[in-house]
């Protein structure tokens, strides 16, 4: 007999049907496995309109601690992306939900919202790198997405 999922996998499973029953339009491809003792989503994000990002399809995993959901998950696009807000070769995300502002109540549904709106209005003032031409450069961004975000 299987044992009963964990408190974490429960939240997760929940936030998936609801997204399931309220989906989001620029969510895709959502995947939960477990590897290496820790819960993982994969999916896809599709870039907003009106930004360098338009038109991007951007592969990611989020990586849930043992102590999701008071803990935040790791946001990592495997996609190459250009953005002052997600470190250019790990590809980690450094946003106020996944840091300061974190809380159990944040739900995977919160938390995409928060990344396509940081697609679509990057925080400029805290980059994550200390490149200044990486963190305002909406041109090399846009052919990025070009090259690497392409369906």
Known sequence: MAAAPSRQTQRIQRDLRALDE????????LNLTFNDGMNQLTGILIGPD???YTGGYFRFIISFPPEYP???PDFCFQTAICHPNVHSKEGNACTDQLNA???PSVTLSKL???????LAKPIYEIP???DPLTAKDPEKARLWTTQFAQP
């Open 22 to 29: 309220n989906p989001l339009p620029f969510i895709q491809n």
């Open 50 to 52: 009106n930004s360098p």
């Open 70 to 72: 008071f803990k935040p």
């Open 101 to 103: 502002t974190w809380a």
């Open 112 to 118: 995409f919202t928060e990344m396509h709106s940081l």
């Open 128 to 130: 994550i790198e200390d």
